[in-house]
Protein backbone atom coordinates (compact mmCIF):
# COMPACT_ATOMS: atom_id res chain seq x y z
CA UNK A 1 0.00 0.00 0.00
CA UNK A 2 1.83 3.43 -1.03
CA UNK A 3 -0.84 5.23 0.93
CA UNK A 4 -3.19 4.68 3.57
CA UNK A 5 -6.50 6.84 3.51
CA UNK A 6 -7.87 7.13 7.47
CA UNK A 7 -11.71 6.69 8.01
CA UNK A 8 -12.52 10.38 10.12
CA UNK A 9 -11.37 12.89 8.41
CA UNK A 10 -10.18 11.13 5.13
CA UNK A 11 -6.34 12.32 6.29
CA UNK A 12 -3.76 10.57 3.79
CA UNK A 13 -0.59 9.06 5.14
CA UNK A 14 1.89 8.47 2.05
CA UNK A 15 4.20 5.30 1.75
CA UNK A 16 8.49 6.71 3.33
CA UNK A 17 9.69 2.77 3.68
CA UNK A 18 9.09 -0.57 3.05
CA UNK A 19 9.95 -3.53 4.27
CA UNK A 20 7.85 -6.59 2.73
CA UNK A 21 4.75 -6.44 4.79
CA UNK A 22 6.59 -3.79 7.14
CA UNK A 23 5.82 0.20 5.96
CA UNK A 24 6.02 3.51 7.07
CA UNK A 25 3.80 5.96 6.42
CA UNK A 26 3.86 10.14 6.55
CA UNK A 27 1.79 13.12 6.53
CA UNK A 28 3.58 15.99 6.49
CA UNK A 29 0.89 18.25 7.02
CA UNK A 30 0.45 17.42 10.59
CA UNK A 31 3.42 15.77 11.24
CA UNK A 32 2.64 12.59 11.80
CA UNK A 33 4.34 9.40 11.09
CA UNK A 34 2.64 6.02 11.34
CA UNK A 35 4.88 2.57 11.62
CA UNK A 36 3.31 -0.17 10.36
CA UNK A 37 4.11 -3.74 11.89
CA UNK A 38 3.01 -7.44 11.07
CA UNK A 39 5.45 -8.72 13.57
CA UNK A 40 3.36 -11.78 13.69
CA UNK A 41 4.96 -15.08 13.28
CA UNK A 42 2.91 -18.67 13.45
CA UNK A 43 5.86 -20.56 15.55
CA UNK A 44 6.01 -23.38 13.05
CA UNK A 45 7.19 -22.18 10.24
CA UNK A 46 8.16 -18.77 11.64
CA UNK A 47 6.05 -17.38 7.99
CA UNK A 48 4.11 -14.41 8.34
CA UNK A 49 1.35 -14.12 6.18
CA UNK A 50 -0.47 -10.58 7.56
CA UNK A 51 -0.84 -7.85 5.42
CA UNK A 52 -0.80 -4.18 5.74
CA UNK A 53 -4.25 -4.49 5.10
CA UNK A 54 -5.07 -6.92 7.76
CA UNK A 55 -3.16 -4.71 10.61
CA UNK A 56 -5.64 -2.40 10.29
CA UNK A 57 -8.50 -4.49 9.84
CA UNK A 58 -7.68 -6.60 13.05
CA UNK A 59 -8.35 -3.00 14.92
CA UNK A 60 -11.74 -3.92 15.75
CA UNK A 61 -14.61 -2.23 17.60
CA UNK A 62 -13.62 1.09 18.97
CA UNK A 63 -9.77 0.76 18.25
CA UNK A 64 -9.79 1.67 14.53
CA UNK A 65 -11.73 5.01 15.62
CA UNK A 66 -9.13 5.84 18.67
CA UNK A 67 -6.30 5.09 16.02
CA UNK A 68 -7.87 7.56 13.68
CA UNK A 69 -8.34 9.99 16.17
CA UNK A 70 -4.67 9.30 17.61
CA UNK A 71 -3.43 10.24 13.72
CA UNK A 72 -6.31 12.66 12.33
CA UNK A 73 -6.37 14.94 15.79
CA UNK A 74 -2.94 15.45 16.98
CA UNK A 75 0.10 16.54 15.20
CA UNK A 76 3.58 15.84 15.26
CA UNK A 77 2.98 12.40 16.72
CA UNK A 78 4.38 9.04 15.84
CA UNK A 79 2.09 6.06 16.39
CA UNK A 80 3.36 2.59 16.10
CA UNK A 81 0.55 -0.40 15.04
CA UNK A 82 1.76 -3.68 15.43
CA UNK A 83 -0.14 -7.33 14.82
CA UNK A 84 1.02 -10.20 16.93
CA UNK A 85 0.42 -13.61 15.27
CA UNK A 86 -3.13 -14.65 16.62
CA UNK A 87 -4.99 -11.84 18.09
CA UNK A 88 -6.36 -8.29 17.31
CA UNK A 89 -3.41 -5.28 16.82
CA UNK A 90 -2.06 -2.99 19.23
CA UNK A 91 -0.80 0.00 19.01
CA UNK A 92 1.53 2.81 20.80
CA UNK A 93 0.50 6.96 20.09
CA UNK A 94 3.41 8.28 21.47
CA UNK A 95 2.54 12.43 21.39
CA UNK A 96 6.12 12.97 22.31
CA UNK A 97 8.07 11.76 20.08
CA UNK A 98 8.12 14.56 17.01
CA UNK A 99 8.40 12.46 13.59
CA UNK A 100 10.95 15.01 12.32
CA UNK A 101 13.29 13.47 14.94
CA UNK A 102 13.19 9.89 13.29
CA UNK A 103 12.97 11.25 9.39
CA UNK A 104 15.70 10.17 7.29
CA UNK A 105 15.67 9.27 3.58
CA UNK A 106 17.73 6.05 4.07
CA UNK A 107 16.10 4.47 7.34
CA UNK A 108 14.50 1.13 7.33
CA UNK A 109 11.59 0.10 8.77
CA UNK A 110 13.14 -1.51 11.45
CA UNK A 111 15.45 1.68 12.21
CA UNK A 112 11.97 3.64 12.74
CA UNK A 113 10.94 0.83 15.17
CA UNK A 114 14.09 0.61 17.19
CA UNK A 115 14.33 4.25 17.54
CA UNK A 116 10.07 4.34 18.43
CA UNK A 117 10.84 1.67 20.89
CA UNK A 118 14.15 3.33 22.53
CA UNK A 119 12.53 6.82 23.04
CA UNK A 120 9.13 5.16 24.69
CA UNK A 121 9.36 5.23 28.57
CA UNK A 122 8.40 1.74 29.75
CA UNK A 123 4.80 0.40 28.29
CA UNK A 124 1.78 -0.96 30.17
CA UNK A 125 0.56 -4.40 29.39
CA UNK A 126 -2.51 -2.62 27.05
CA UNK A 127 -3.55 -3.12 23.89
CA UNK A 128 -3.72 0.54 23.13
CA UNK A 129 -1.54 2.88 24.40
CA UNK A 130 -0.75 6.60 24.95
CA UNK A 131 2.36 8.61 25.30
CA UNK A 132 2.38 12.33 26.75
CA UNK A 133 4.45 14.20 28.59
CA UNK A 134 6.72 11.32 28.97
CA UNK A 135 3.89 9.22 30.81
CA UNK A 136 2.67 6.34 29.79
CA UNK A 137 -1.31 5.86 29.86
CA UNK A 138 -3.65 3.01 28.96
CA UNK A 139 -5.42 4.57 25.78
CA UNK A 140 -8.29 7.24 26.80
CA UNK A 141 -7.02 7.32 30.54
CA UNK A 142 -4.68 10.94 29.77
CA UNK A 143 -5.75 12.86 32.79
CA UNK A 144 -7.37 15.88 31.61
CA UNK A 145 -4.38 18.53 33.28
CA UNK A 146 -2.16 16.47 31.33
CA UNK A 147 -4.11 17.01 27.69
CA UNK A 148 -4.64 20.73 28.67
CA UNK A 149 -0.78 21.57 29.50
CA UNK A 150 -0.01 19.24 26.40
CA UNK A 151 -2.73 21.32 24.06
CA UNK A 152 -1.44 24.69 25.04
CA UNK A 153 1.94 23.69 24.32
CA UNK A 154 1.30 21.98 20.66
CA UNK A 155 -1.06 24.66 19.70
Excluded at 5 to 13: I, K, R, S, V
Excluded at 78 to 83: D, R
Amino acid sequence: MKKITLGLEGTEFNQIAVDGENAVYYNGELNNLIIVRTDATDGASNKNNDTIEEVFGYLVGNRFEDFCMSAEYFSNCTILVHKPWHTTTDFVANYDLNPKMLLSPNRSVKGYTRAFNKACPELLPYKLIEIMNGKVYRHGEIPEEVFEAYDGVNQ
